[in-house]
């Protein structure tokens, strides 16, 4: 079945220590998005890829980078993670922009 | 903030009964999806309405679009406890790239 997968499902972290989320596809949509979920709250934008085209929402912090080495897959890397950082990580993807978005399962980050 | 919101924040009503939610924007929009979410889990898409249409149907769910009063409501008719979760409306606003999503309806449908 043709899906958005996310790995690990849970990450443990440790105050300013990088870590890395990942992302696959395999629905060959061109568009691929990072959310951050917090509890009771919104799904928020970080930033999305139109095919190689990186966008960053304007008040996504410095700290998060995202990386799309191809079609698949999707990088997020918080560089140095606060406690503040916690929260549930969602990639999502469409075919267009606009269009109807597939998510994967989440990644839920705790930062110790 | 381009954020939506949605009314009310929570519900919680018997089996079998129907639910009603309400989303409000505040921007001309291409589009209104309705999405769902089970705790701890992903969004799934529900449903896609298109600023030139009024009303849309899938299955058990009936959406509405009125772009005068830029509001929209998603009705779950005969509803089961497995439509336990929050359901999130998200617009696409015209010249936007993305979906805006509204703050979230927790919908609890008691057995």
Same mark, same amino acid.
């Given at each position: 079945d043709a899906m958005v997968i996310q790995n690990p499902r849970y990450q443990v972290t440790q105050f300013g220590k990088p870590v890395t989320l990942s992302c696959s596809q395999t629905l060959n949509h061109n568009v691929m998005y990072w959310y951050q979920q917090k509890s009771s709250q919104a799904p928020k934008l970080l930033f999305?890829?139109? *095919?190689? *085209?990186?966008?960053?929402?304007a008040d996504t912090p410095d700290n998060f980078q995202s990386r799309r080495?191809?079609?698949?897959?999707?990088?997020? *890397?918080?560089?140095?993670?606060g406690l503040g950082d916690a929260a549930m990580y969602l990639c999502a993807t469409s075919r267009d922009r606009g269009s109807e978005q597939y998510f994967g399962p989440g990644t839920r980050l705790t930062v110790t | 903030s381009q954020?939506? #919101? #949605?009314?009310?924040?929570? +519900?919680?009503?018997?089996?079998?009964?129907? @639910?009603?939610?309400?989303?409000?924007?505040?921007?001309?929009?291409?589009?209104?999806?309705w999405y769902r979410?089970?705790?701890?889990?992903?969004?799934?898409? +529900?449903?896609?309405?298109?600023?030139? #249409?009024? #009303?849309?149907?899938?299955?058990?769910?009936?959406?509405?679009?009125?772009t005068s009063k830029k509001s929209s409501s998603l009705l779950?008719? @005969?509803?089961?406890? @497995?439509?336990?979760?929050?359901?999130?409306?998200?617009?696409?606003?015209?010249?936007?790239?993305?979906?805006?999503?509204?703050?979230?309806?927790?919908?609890t449908v008691i057995p």
């Open positions: 999305h890829y139109y *095919d190689k *085209d990186f966008n960053n929402e080495p191809n079609t698949s897959f999707c990088f997020l *890397d918080i560089r140095s993670p | 954020q939506g #919101e #949605e009314d009310p924040q929570a +519900l919680s009503i018997q089996e079998g009964e129907n @639910a009603t939610m309400n989303c409000s924007y505040k921007t001309s929009i291409n589009n209104l999806q979410q089970n705790s701890g889990r992903g969004l799934v898409h +529900l449903i896609l309405i298109r600023s030139n #249409e009024r #009303e849309k149907h899938s299955g058990r769910l009936r959406v509405t679009l009125d779950i008719t @005969a509803s089961r406890a @497995a439509d336990t979760a929050s359901y999130f409306c998200a617009t696409k606003e015209t010249g936007a790239n993305n979906l805006f999503f509204g703050t979230g309806t927790r919908l």
